[in-house]
């Protein structure tokens, strides 16, 4: 069974740093992109980062460009989100989500986990 | 950034009718356009993929239509299973977006 664990949420202050981690097994984590979608308590889903298949490549929205890191280690099976400078705008519950890019694809979010809460308050 | 309208904003219906839900892009994304469905404390689940496709698993009463700007998810009978929130996704362009979601509630 593909599974996709995260870790490492919390409260934390405005302008502090927390680092959440997500485990993936199941699945040949190399062979796919892999990303972290977000989602305000009470409200809709927002994308936040996508990285590519050896982590040369990654993407952000623009709200977290330059605080946030997303990195990968596949040796480890294992994803990460790097974030500093904190708002109380993050709070969320943070997704780690599966997104298969290539031809023949679904090119889509296909396999999420159950997530993991930041807090950001004083 | 490409902006995805869902509408209605809720849907109030019995089981066994048939559903529409609306996404609208502000410019188009072609077919690149996914569905979601997420239930109460869980994490959503991907139903359709690039506009028509049903993702593994999905039942068949679950279809989805359209092209350019105008989408639709049609839930053909309503399963008690099937009240939830859905949200559609584009992957056009950087960066991506969802709609703002629409709930399907019991009438």
């Known amino acids: 069974e593909v599974q996709l664990v995260e870790s490492g949420g919390g409260l934390v202050q405005p302008g502090g740093s927390l680092r959440l981690s997500c485990a993936a097994s199941g699945m040949t984590f190399s062979n796919y992109w892999m990303s972290w979608v977000r989602q305000a308590p009470g409200k809709g889903l927002d994308w936040v980062a996508n990285?590519?298949?050896?982590?040369?490549?990654?993407n952000y929205v623009d709200t977290v460009k330059g605080r946030y890191t997303i990195s990968r280690d596949n040796a480890k099976n294992s994803l990460y989100l790097q974030m500093n400078s904190l708002r109380a705008e993050d709070t969320a519950l943070y997704y780690c989500a599966r997104y298969p890019r290539f031809a023949g694809a679904n090119n889509a979010f296909d396999i999420w986990g159950q997530g993991t809460m930041v807090t950001v308050s004083s | 950034e490409i902006v995805l309208t869902q509408s209605p904003a809720t849907l109030s219906l019995s089981p066994g009718e048939r559903a529409a839900l609306s996404c609208r892009a502000s410019?188009?994304?072609?077919?690149?356009l996914a569905w979601y469905q997420q239930k109460p404390g869980q994490a959503p689940r991907l139903l359709i993929y690039?506009?028509?496709n049903r993702a593994t698993g999905i039942p068949a009463r679950f279809s989805g239509s359209g092209s350019g700007t105008d989408f639709t998810l049609t839930i053909s009978s309503l399963e008690p299973e099937d009240f939830a929130v859905y949200y559609c996704?584009?992957?056009?362009?950087?960066?991506?977006?969802f709609g703002g979601g629409t709930k399907v509630e019991i009438k």
């Open positions: 690039d506009a028509s």
């Open positions: 996704q584009q992957r056009y362009s950087w960066p991506l977006t």
């Open positions: 410019q188009s994304v072609r077919s690149y």
């Open positions: 990285i590519n298949l050896d982590g040369t490549e990654e």
